[in-house]
């Protein structure tokens, strides 16, 4: 029977490449993986210091089970170039940074010790998508992902695809193709089962079938009481393949769901119902460590998207992504529109066959996900290739002819190939530009961007990000402007049944090369900072949850006289999905405004605006009036259901320290993310304490980045990771002001 073994300790790392390392073991720098090749400063450094060759290498000592069988090194993705050594004969040679590759050791392993040797080439290699021009993001050298040790029969599955045609249907459907894997060319012949089981394990249906060449499909018909898959329930079944070969038998698990997708000239539909698409964009990064966080981490990134900013949706800027972040997106309900790496740049002939293999790859990794809605085949922002996307588009619909097509342009008039129109419309600030005469427009009309008298199905796939980039402790106006801008598309897309939905750019703040962001090799285009620490923005996408859910209430002020131009903090700003906000000044003056929906009328929840049609200059305290406290507080159904409130007079009391979970594994590379937040008396964010921080770490862990930072905008985080072993991991963060704090996280 298969085993799959995680292969992620026990490396040693070389700087450089060099012939006799593919042959022979050097000492080095022990390392486990995932690893970043060069860890980076936060911000201001030299991108090009990664961009060389490295070197991984790993002993792996012959075991009995490996004798007969087929043996490979599975690795789930490492930037970039790789090629791979086995006792100094080279494997295989993976180009692509994003998608997985195998190294198959059969025949190659001798009983004793067996070296295996990886280079990797960080170089920004012109033949390779996504290089070639300039890119908006980093690409960080390493083994970033996953590696596994797969011992099987040697006939054994090497794929399976599951389609659930007739989702809506009383009885349903479920059909299951498995793809054999021979490379020794043995004859095909034998048995395959396939079994059906809910997520408790019970049996809801099987087949078997017999075999006789190197794919096989099998029909479960009438199966009945099936759960669909949906944003709210994410009902998951598991079909477990067993393969039956008189070479020795192998068993194959996957998991999928039951439900129906589909982009329409009248928006989006899942399981045959509206739903309007509200997500954001994602990058894989992460400070100091680029790529290379695990499974904890990218997990957390979906529940972020999906618990906290409460989106429905998130596009995988721009590549595949992690195998973890699907299978979160799976089980949490977050539909993903994943697409190829490229960033604007096509390349010739061969560069664009790199680029159809990368689409093979990633929807073969990927169909079997319910949480994929769309396949992504045209390079982010690129100009009209026809060949070429003709033959991205037909691969994917070759490939799986269950999903949609599209291809993320941000030109007007472009050919469309595909089956959704994917648009970057950046027009919200274009009024800005010099001869530029046209007044502020949120989004563009469907037809003057594709330049098509039809319609379409049509997705907005980026907006805001560089049109307005704001850092989370940018002055208060400039926040509450970001937040306008948010809200004025979110409305537009609402407000058009003909939009699918929209993903802004982007979820967080992510280093970048030199040609782009602030000069710091900062993007600072998220609604959250680098450390997913919120700004004001994500309260807009959170706000528009059902309060039933989660109620929401984020004034969108540091609540002080002095903080905006002229004074005051009105018009004052409520993300809410209350009914009504109650804004009591000092002791005696209180006032109720309801949302805004002259203003928002589309917005499942508009905000609450209160301005001086609430309150007067003199009610508020004019300039050089005592400055009064503040509370704010939300009605649902004439109830009061959550209160904010403000100091007049903020002084630093609490240095919070909050890990996201308290538990970790004694395994090496599981992590934590911590945030140090400086909180006044009531609790509330300092947003202009910039102090430094000391962070202390003892047990089986080690920190991420350097042991001493300073708060940005009254806050910052940091990573912890298990260097292996069980104990408590003790975190002490001193800081001048506010003392020192100390957790205790369990390694077990």
């Known amino acids: 029977m298969r085993k799959t073994i995680n292969c992620n300790t026990g490396w040693t790392f070389h700087e450089g490449f060099s012939a006799d390392l593919a042959a022979a073991f050097r000492k080095g720098e022990a390392v486990n993986l995932p690893h970043n090749a060069v860890d980076l400063p936060y911000n201001y450094f030299d991108e090009t210091c990664y961009q060389r060759p490295f070197t991984y290498q790993k002993v792996i000592a012959w075991r009995p089970e490996f004798e007969g069988r087929e043996v490979a090194l599975v690795f789930d993705g490492a930037m970039a170039d790789s090629v791979v050594y086995v006792n100094g004969e080279q494997v295989v040679a993976h180009p692509d940074g994003y998608t997985p590759f195998t190294a198959r050791l059969t025949e190659r392993l001798a009983k004793g010790d067996n070296l295996v040797t990886v280079k990797i080439d960080g170089s920004e290699n012109p033949a390779i998508p996504p290089f070639g021009g300039q890119i908006d993001y980093l690409t960080y050298a390493g083994i970033y992902r996953d590696v596994w040790l797969r011992v099987t029969s040697p006939v054994y599955v090497g794929n399976v695809k599951i389609e659930t045609p007739d989702v809506l249907a009383p009885k349903k459907t479920a059909k299951i193709r498995v793809d054999i894997a021979n490379p020794r060319g043995l004859k095909l012949a034998g048995q395959v089962s396939v079994t059906l089981k809910d997520a408790a394990g019970k049996t809801v249906g099987s087949a078997n079938a017999s075999y006789a060449g190197d794919s096989v499909t099998l029909e479960i018909n009438n199966l009945d009481g099936i759960a669909l898959w949906d944003i709210d329930n994410p009902n998951l079944y598991e079909a477990v393949v067993d393969l039956v070969h008189e070479s020795g038998d192998d068993q194959y ?33 992460y400070p100091y460590v680029g790529y290379a966080m695990g499974r904890r981490a990218q997990e957390l990134d979906a529940e972020i998207l999906k618990r906290e900013l409460k989106v429905n949706v998130v596009r995988t800027s721009h590549y595949p992504q992690s195998p973890w972040f699907l299978d979160a997106c799976d089980r949490l309900g977050l539909l993903v529109f994943e697409e190829i790496p490229g960033w604007q740049y096509v390349g010739d002939e061969k560069w664009q066959a790199l680029a159809i293999g990368n689409v093979r790859a990633m929807i073969e990794r990927d169909w079997n996900h319910p949480s994929i809605i769309m396949w992504g085949v045209r390079i982010n922002e690129s100009q009209d290739f026809h060949d070429f996307y003709t033959a991205t588009n037909k691969l994917a619909h070759d490939l799986d002819p269950t999903r949609q097509t599209g291809g993320v342009r941000y ?40 330049g098509l008298k039809k319609p379409v199905p049509y997705m907005v796939t980026e907006f805001n990000g560089h049109m307005y980039p704001t850092k989370r402790y940018d002055q208060e106006q400039r926040q509450a402007e970001h937040v306008t801008r948010y809200l004025s598309i979110l409305n537009a897309v609402y407000g058009d049944p003909n939009i699918s939905g929209s993903t802004g750019w982007c979820m967080f703040d992510y280093n970048t090369h030199k040609d782009f962001g602030s000069g710091d090799r900062i993007c600072h285009h998220g609604v959250m900072d680098a450390w997913r620490e919120p700004k004001f923005a994500a309260w807009v996408y959170t706000s528009q949850c059902d309060p039933q859910e989660e109620v929401v ?56 605006v209160i301005d001086h049609r609430a309150f007067s200059a003199e009610e508020l305290g004019l300039w050089g009036m005592k400055w009064e406290e503040a509370t704010v507080t939300g009605y649902v159904g004439g109830k009061p259901v959550k209160t904010v409130k403000f100091a007049c007079d903020p002084v630093p009391t609490t240095l919070e320290v909050a890990p996201d979970w308290t538990n970790l594994s004694a395994e090496p590379k599981d992590s934590v993310r911590v945030i140090v937040r400086a909180l006044d008396q009531l609790g509330n964010l300092l947003p202009f304490l910039d102090e430094a921080i000391r962070i202390e770490v003892s047990g089986p862990a080690k920190l991420l980045g350097p042991s001493e930072a300073v708060l940005k905008g009254g806050a910052i985080g940091f990573w912890l990771e298990t260097t292996g072993g069980a104990g408590d991991v003790v975190v002490k963060v001193a800081c001048h002001r506010l003392g020192e704090t100390t957790v205790t996280i369990k390694a077990g």
């Not at 030109?411 to 648009?423: A, G, H, K, N, P």
């Not at 903080?563 to 005696?588: A, S």
Request: include cysteine; glycine fraction near 8%; hydrophobic fraction near 35%.
């Open 253 to 285: 698990c996957v998991h999928f769901g039951f439900r129906s997708v589909e982009f329409t000239t009248e928006g989006f539909r899942l399981n045959g119902k509206p739903l309007k698409l509200r997500g954001l964009n994602r990058h894989q990064a």
């Open 411 to 450: 030109i007007t008039d472009s050919e469309f190939l595909e089956d959704v129109y994917t648009m970057n419309d950046f027009i919200q600030g274009n009024e800005e530009l010099p001869g530029v005469n046209r007044p502020r427009t949120a989004l563009r009309p469907i037809w003057e961007t594709t």
């Open 553 to 608: 209430l984020k004034p969108v002020t540091y609540y002080a006289r002095g903080e905006r131009n002229i004074g005051g903090i009105l018009p004052l700003i409520v993300l809410t999905n209350c009914d009504e906000v109650e804004l009591q000044y000092g002791p005696d003056i209180v006032k109720r405004v309801k949302p805004d929906r002259e203003t928002y009328p589309h917005l499942p929840h508009a905000p609450v």
